[in-house]
Each structure stands twice: as structure tokens, then as C-alpha cells.
């Protein structure tokens, strides 16, 4: 049998391929005048990838830079709280659960408009749920809602019903996650005048705080203010621009903060974020999600990885702690368990310790060979320095859409990724349940089905809670996937920025600086 990978060797090799070389002519026009605090000018950020489009059938993922752009041009019913995580309303007034959770009804706000002035009504959501669940990618846009989305009905012009084909506890929070993109509408005027265009990627018109007014491919997007907005007190620079880099070399990225190029930069390397906090005139800010964001999956469909006997060993073969550092995390950003927050964190729920040692004895015992297996990951800076699983697989990367694909058909057998988003307990269901299309695992387990079963049934939050941990239990011991470390957001800007808001919710919210 191969003999087992250093993880540091690993982690060096990959460090050293990380710097990127930026082209400074993203940057052009005149250094921004100084204006009224929180109002007017324009804002100047960085995202690190093109978006892909605005119309999400063309676009069906959601990555962080695509994420920063659809959240200023739409607006969601809800939101998480900034100190709490509870949703709390923005286009929606409320939504009460109807029939055991199964059908839920939400109530909207009236007077909302689009950025071309139509107004927002019901009828435009019933609009926007039919055409993405009639479209290629409807498994995936049923499963964002939460349990699998069967129909949207406008039952009065501002009151919409959500049915679903099993209760669904974890509606609300589903609504409000920055994950959950499918609620962001274009007004339904727009889609008509385009029918004959299948793909509405160029253009938007939302209900959000901003307009689009250019976007030059793989260079810059241009959003202005939305004047019809329903919350103005929301608004604050009259415009943003986002300069797509590709990549950036940290101290070229700092420079040009401190510079006046950039106001601010979305960052997930710590070691970034380490080096900004060493400058004076930069302010930095660091939050962590609620649920895990890196982990290490498992094929149970390629030899050895069926053997919960093997997956374990694997496990102890991982060294997390490595993998952090690596990233620049430390011991606290280390996940054990589905969530990190007390609300759902589940008490002697764990997985074995790193063991090197031990795992190569039961590797050895079980004569498994690992030599054909490859362990894929996703071609960013922060996963290439993630990729040291000592297990004697070779590494392959891969483009988000390529990994996505080798992944969800089964032709990976190890991977390293970004899971999530799990928002609620009963999103489990989603990727583990035995007979889930989203089981990415392949494991087949009566154990996980009953613990599933019992989230299921599980309403009051104290049940919710109880079945949750019941589930992390046996998720821990049959290991169909590794927690490794929650996701880090973390957000760099100049002194005279104002308007950060950090949460456990995948988006930092570019839309809401303004200049002090």
C-alpha cells in the first residue's frame, strides 16, 4: 500500500502556487470628493470573480461575488439579525405555516417597486417560481426552499402560498439566508419583453436598492440607486462599482486600499486579514458562519470508502487543525458538528482525534489501497491551500462548475468543499436521506433515514433541537462526510467607510457602505 502523504509537505506546494498577478487598470477615474455622512458618492470594492449573469438559469450557482452584486440589485422577504440570526421582515410582512408546516403563506410588502417601476405583487413571484421549476436546474432550485418546493400560488395580490411535499419548519430561515438566492424576482415586464431570449444574464430589474448601469465582462459592474426604493434610509452612495480582479496578491490588495483605489475588499484568508489589521489607516472585520464550511466528502460507491471502518480511519488521518492553519484559521474556527452556534450545537458529538499513527495500522489491517483514488477540490487560492489529506490520493482541482459535476455524479471519490448551506436542521434531509437525488455521499443507511425521519417530525424548537443531536450522533459515527472548519468572511476597509454589517450570512453587504 502507498505510504501515507505529509499534510504540511501538501499545504507548502499549494501555498506556494497562490499569488496572483492583478492588472491595475480596473482602477480608472478621479479620486473620490468627500460627502455628507452616509450619503452619496461612490464606493469602490473588489469581487474576485465575474458573476455569470443575473438570470439564474443561466447562472444557477451562487458564489460570494455573485452573492455581493444580486443582493444591492434585489432584496429579500427576510433577513437574519445582525446580533440574533432570527429572520426578521424586508419585502415580507410575514409568513405563517399552514397544514403541519406542509403550505406556508407570506404576506408582502405593499408599496415595493422595481428599479424600472413596476410594482411588486404576487403574481410576480408565482411568475418567477413557475419559469425556475420549469427550467433544467428546478431540482436544485426546489431544494433551496427548504424541503422540495412543489407549487408558488398568488392567493391575493400581496399574499403568496408555498407548498412543499413534506412540512418544512425551516422556511423562514431558508427565506433569509444569503445562500437562498432563488427569491430575488425581475419585474415581470422585463421578462415578457424578453421572452424570446432565453437567457436574461445581461439585465435586471429588481426590488433591491440598486440599478444596474454597466457591466463590462470580467472587468467592472456599475450599480447606481435604485430612486423608487421602498427604504430609503437603506441607500447610501449613489454608486457602486465592483472591480472583478480574478485573484489578488495580498499586499497589492492592501496597497490599493490604503491607496484610495479600493474603499473596501471581501476577503476569506485570514492571513489577509492578519496583514491588514497591521495597517493604521485600514479597519478590519472578521466574522464566522454559523455552520461549517469546509469538509472533507467520502464516495461511499469507491473501494474502500464503503467501510464505515475505513471512513473512520480516514478521519483520523485528516489533520484539521493543519488544514486551519493552512487557511490561516485557527483552533477556533475548527468544526465538529453541522452547527457551530448554541442554538443547535449538540453536547459529546464528535469525531476521532487526529491519529496518523492509528490510521495506518487499520488502513494496513483492512488492505486498503488507495492508489487509484483522487481527492478533488475547488481551483480558488483558499482551497488549493486546503488539499492535504494524507491518504495517498492525488489531487486534482477543478473549476466550481467542474468540481459541481464531478461531485454530484458520482465520479469523484474524495472531495474538499464548501458545503452548505444548512440554515435549519431539516435541510438534512436534503443530502443524506438514503433515497435523497442530493445524497452526494451514496451512503445507504437505515440509521441516518430513522434519525432523519425523527427531524421530520420534530416542530416545537426543543424537538427540533432533541432530533438534531440525535442525528449528529449517527452522522458522527457512520462519517458519510468530515466537518472541517466553518467558513470565515472576513471584510477589509479605508478608515473613512462606514456602513459593515457581519454576520454568520454568507453576504457582507457591499450595498450598505457609505462614506463617513
Known amino acids: 500500500m502507498n505510504s501515507m502523504i505529509d499534510i504540511r509537505r501538501y499545504m507548502d506546494n499549494a501555498l506556494k502556487g497562490l499569488v496572483l498577478l492583478l492588472a491595475s487598470l480596473?482602477?480608472?477615474?478621479?479620486?473620490?470628493?468627500?460627502?455628507?455622512?452616509?450619503?452619496?458618492?461612490?464606493?469602490?470594492?473588489?469581487?474576485?470573480?465575474?458573476?455569470?449573469?443575473?438570470?439564474?438559469?443561466?447562472?444557477?450557482?451562487?458564489?460570494?461575488?455573485?452573492?455581493?452584486?444580486?443582493?444591492?440589485?434585489?432584496?429579500?422577504?427576510?433577513?437574519?439579525?445582525?446580533?440574533?440570526?432570527?429572520?426578521?421582515?424586508?419585502?415580507?410582512?410575514?409568513?405563517?405555516?399552514?397544514?403541519?408546516?406542509?403550505?406556508?403563506?407570506?404576506?408582502?410588502?405593499?408599496?415595493?417597486?422595481?428599479?424600472?417601476?413596476?410594482?411588486?405583487?404576487?403574481?410576480?413571484?408565482?411568475?418567477?417560481?413557475?419559469?425556475?421549476?420549469?427550467?433544467?436546474?428546478?431540482?436544485?432550485?426546489?431544494a433551496l426552499a427548504g424541503a422540495p418546493l412543489r407549487k408558488v400560488t398568488a392567493s391575493g395580490k400581496l399574499t403568496i402560498d408555498f407548498q412543499f411535499s413534506k412540512p418544512n419548519p425551516g422556511f423562514r430561515a431558508a427565506m433569509s439566508h444569503g445562500g437562498a438566492?432563488?427569491?430575488?424576482?425581475?419585474?415581470?415586464?422585463?421578462?415578457?419583453?424578453?421572452?424570446?431570449?432565453?437567457?436574461?444574464?445581461?439585465?435586471?430589474?429588481?426590488?433591491?436598492?440598486?440599478?444596474?448601469?454597466?457591466?463590462?465582462?470580467?472587468?467592472?459592474?456599475?450599480?447606481?440607486?435604485?430612486?423608487?426604493?421602498?427604504?430609503?434610509?437603506?441607500?447610501?452612495?449613489?454608486?457602486i462599482?465592483?472591480?472583478?480582479?480574478?485573484?489578488?496578491?495580498?499586499?497589492?490588495?492592501?496597497?490599493?486600499?490604503?491607496?484610495?483605489?479600493?474603499?473596501?475588499?471581501?476577503?476569506?484568508?485570514?492571513?489577509?486579514?492578519?496583514?491588514?489589521?497591521?495597517?493604521?489607516?485600514?479597519?478590519?472585520?472578521?466574522?464566522?458562519?454559523?455552520?461549517?464550511?469546509?469538509?472533507?466528502?467520502?464516495?461511499?460507491q469507491f473501494a474502500p470508502l464503503g467501510d464505515q471502518v475505513a471512513r473512520l480511519a480516514l478521519v483520523q488521518a485528516i489533520d484539521r487543525r493543519a488544514i486551519a492553519r493552512a487557511l490561516g484559521s485557527g483552533e477556533a474556527d475548527i468544526a465538529d458538528q453541522l452547527f457551530a452556534a448554541v442554538r443547535w450545537r449538540c453536547e459529546d458529538v464528535g469525531y476521532p482525534a487526529h491519529d496518523p499513527g492509528g490510521a495506518r495500522n487499520i488502513l494496513d489491517a483492512l488492505g486498503a489501497d488507495f492508489s487509484q483514488l483522487q481527492i478533488w477540490a475547488d481551483d480558488t487560492p483558499p482551497m488549493r491551500r486546503a488539499v492535504g489529506v494524507p491518504t495517498g490520493v492525488?489531487?486534482?482541482?477543478?473549476?466550481?462548475?467542474?468540481?459541481?459535476?464531478?461531485?454530484?455524479?458520482?465520479?469523484?471519490?474524495?472531495?474538499i468543499w464548501q458545503q452548505g448551506p444548512f440554515v435549519h436542521p431539516s435541510f438534512s434531509d436534503l443530502s443524506l436521506r438514503s433515497a435523497s437525488r442530493q445524497n452526494i455521499s451514496r451512503l445507504r443507511s437505515a440509521k441516518i433515514d430513522a434519525a432523519i425521519a425523527g427531524l421530520a417530525r420534530a416542530r416545537s424548537k426543543k424537538d427540533i433541537?432533541?432530533?438534531?443531536?440525535?442525528?449528529?450522533?449517527?452522522?458522527?459515527?457512520?462519517?458519510?462526510?468530515?466537518?472541517?472548519?466553518?467558513?470565515?468572511?472576513?471584510?477589509i476597509t479605508r478608515k473613512d467607510i462606514g456602513g459593515v454589517r457581519l454576520t454568520g450570512d454568507p453576504v457582507l453587504g457591499y450595498h450598505r457602505l457609505f462614506r463617513k
Open 26 to 142: 480596473f482602477f480608472a477615474g478621479a479620486a473620490e470628493a468627500e460627502h455628507p455622512a452616509g450619503r452619496g458618492g461612490r464606493i469602490n470594492v473588489t469581487i474576485f470573480n465575474d458573476i455569470g449573469g443575473f438570470d439564474h438559469i443561466e447562472a444557477p450557482h451562487a458564489g460570494l461575488s455573485r452573492l455581493q452584486v444580486l443582493f444591492a440589485v434585489h432584496d429579500r422577504l427576510f433577513e437574519p439579525d445582525a446580533g440574533t440570526g432570527k429572520p426578521v421582515p424586508r419585502l415580507a410582512l410575514k409568513a405563517v405555516p399552514r397544514d403541519d408546516f406542509t403550505n406556508w403563506r407570506v404576506w408582502l410588502r405593499p408599496g415595493v417597486q422595481f428599479s424600472n417601476g413596476e410594482k411588486l405583487t404576487a403574481d410576480a413571484y408565482q411568475r418567477h417560481f413557475e419559469r425556475l421549476l420549469k427550467s433544467e436546474y428546478a431540482r436544485r432550485f426546489r
Open 181 to 239: 438566492y432563488i427569491w430575488f424576482l425581475n419585474a415581470p415586464n422585463l421578462m415578457t419583453r424578453n421572452q424570446a431570449h432565453p437567457s436574461l444574464s445581461g439585465m435586471s430589474a429588481g426590488a433591491g436598492p440598486y440599478r444596474i448601469a454597466a457591466w463590462e465582462r470580467g472587468k467592472r459592474i456599475v450599480l447606481k440607486r435604485n430612486p423608487g426604493y421602498w427604504d430609503p434610509a437603506a441607500q447610501h452612495a449613489d454608486e
Open 241 to 300: 462599482h465592483y472591480h472583478i480582479l480574478g485573484g489578488y496578491n495580498a499586499e497589492d490588495l492592501l496597497q490599493w486600499l490604503r491607496g484610495g483605489q479600493l474603499d473596501a475588499a471581501a476577503v476569506i484568508a485570514d492571513s489577509v486579514i492578519r496583514a491588514a489589521r497591521k495597517q493604521r489607516d485600514l479597519r478590519v472585520f472578521r466574522a464566522v458562519r454559523d455552520h461549517f464550511g469546509l469538509a472533507v466528502g467520502f464516495n461511499q
Open 394 to 415: 492525488h489531487l486534482v482541482t477543478a473549476a466550481d462548475h467542474s468540481l459541481t459535476y464531478q461531485i454530484v455524479t458520482g465520479r469523484a471519490a474524495v472531495w
Open 465 to 491: 433541537g432533541a432530533a438534531h443531536c440525535a442525528f449528529e450522533a449517527v452522522k458522527s459515527e457512520l462519517v458519510p462526510y468530515l466537518p472541517v472548519m466553518r467558513g470565515v468572511l472576513g471584510m
